[in-house]
């Protein structure tokens, strides 16, 4: 047209906006009505009048292509120009904003329908329903469903299957049940999507019945989607028997997929059946269906975290075989398996593979191995991963900063557990927990108080002092003999609730022996028994110079160190009376 010198009018330029809009091509709509638009005549406010139809396109391109300024100003303008909206204006606006949450917007629109005598028509009501229900208001979702009937418009399929889902995913089974019974009624279809939310709501309020009865009544028509969803609903909630008659059901309707067999996997492993997970896998090509990367890695992480590294790393090597791209993620899962074990032959060998093969490791990797090498106290090798660390620059990760603070606590590097905790402090992250009580720890160790007291109070202040934080404090204030400040934090512990762990309890007893506090050592050891907290080697020994202190003859401590190896609840109770009666306490046992 342009080349033999016609002009498109509006008509023209609407159909191709709109050609261009329905491609999704929304640039493309908008440089050619900007072209458009500068070679017409203007109006004496620099814009163009426009037809209805063109307004709506206009409207339409820009919400779809998401930009909202535009859809306002071409709104606005099209008011200005005394071209009244109609009912798909409106529609397309409420969409427009109510997928963009913009809800207060949508209100606006509903109340100028009014204004104009624009009467909302069921299109509009289903697109309300949908926005409320999904911005989580399902009154107005349900006020909108009502009032759609009362101006005497029959809610359709759609009107009924979103309401309905919004009231099975929210678990409002009555009114659920009411609405199927009036779908029903009026000979309307409930689809396979919202089949499987109505078993999930039943299956979520513990209506086993209800949700087996629903689940029969659509199985016959059900695709391999909607048995993924059921056997999913089933399995998550752990009714294990259900999910293996579904599982069944799909089986003899011939609509096994990949989907389902993966559910089916996901389920047996929450309920703890690691071998009928397997069988599925193993059973998967004798029905034509091929495991996929997700069945796999399933399997690893199943059996991985069951510590059962041999089976996971067989389900690694069929990856393998099946020449599926294998990142780290699944290598990662295998190796940390094997550390828990104590494996560590098979950490290093996998490293290497990995190496070999080509799949570069992440920070979590890295993070596996030099805690495991920490938790032996291999600083050299610990040491070697880091330089792999930064030769790949991965530093900036809080859990390898975090497994090297644990290595340094562990060899007592004290200067570069600081610099390590300094780096952890200055990532964007909140400071792990764990790291502060090293370092804690090891400032107690090198009676560094002042330093250790900073960083406890500021754990305090935070609301994330535990009870190793409190129990290592007192360790430390024990050591500089400052028995009152020792004996403060013991107070705010047992204030707090902090003291339950036998780590708690024994450096509390040390604190009043080495202050000379018998009586004060011999109440807390009352609190631990009565706790049912088991005292070990540590606590006894803590105790035992109190006997001694106080006079107890050798024949008698041999005679309760004896008793104490059967670690009996007698035995407990005569240690217990024994320390009483040398510290003058009333003398009754913890039993009484």
Known sequence: MCKRGLVPDEVTMSTVLHAHKKAGEYDKAEIFFQRWSSESDTGSDGHLCYS??????LIDTYGKSGQLEKVSDMFNQMLRK??????????????????????????????MMEEFQCPPDTRTYNTLISLYRESNEIDVAEHYFCKMKAENLVPDVVSCRTLLYGYCTRGMVSKAEALVKEMDESGLVIDEYTQSALTRMYVNAGMLEQSWCWFERFCNQMESECFSANIDAFGKKGYINLAEKAFVCCLERKKLSVSVCNVMIKAYGLAEKLDEACEIAAGMERYGVLPDYLTYSSLIQLLSTA???????????????????????PYSVVISSFTKNGNLHMVECLFREMVTLGVHADAYVYSILIDTYAEVGNVQQAAAYFGLVTKAGLCESASIYNSLIKLYTKAGYLAEAQKTYKLLKSLDTDTNLYASNCMIGLYSDHCMVNEARELFE????????????????????????????????????????????????????????????????????????????????????????????????????????????CNTQDCLNQWYRALALVVRSDGTTFLE
């Open 52 to 57: 209805l139809y063109t307004y709506n396109t």
């Open 82 to 111: 005394g071209v009244a909206p109609s009912i798909i204006t409106f529609n397309t606006l409420i969409h427009v904003w109510g997928k963009h949450h913009r809800m207060e917007q949508v209100a606006s629109l509903v109340r």
């Open 307 to 329: 510590k059962l590294p041999e089976k996971a790393l067989y389900y690694l090597r069929k990856m393998q075989a099946a020449k599926m791209p294998i990142d780290c993620v």
């Open 458 to 565: 500021n754990l305090k202040i935070t609301g994330s002092a535990n009870e190793f934080s409190y129990a290592m404090m007192v360790c430390l204030y024990k050591k500089v003999a400052r028995y009152d400040e020792a004996h403060r934090i013991s107070k705010e512990m047992q204030a707090l609730g902090l003291l339950t762990q036998a780590l708690s309890y024994n450096s509390v007893i040390q604190m009043y022996v080495s202050g000379g506090k018998m009586e004060e050592a011999v109440k807390i050891f009352q609190k631990m028994l009565a706790s049912s907290t088991p005292p070990n080697d540590v606590t006894f020994k803590a105790l035992k110079p109190i006997l001694v202190k106080e006079g107890v003859s050798n024949i008698e401590i041999a005679r309760l160190e004896s008793l104490r190896r």
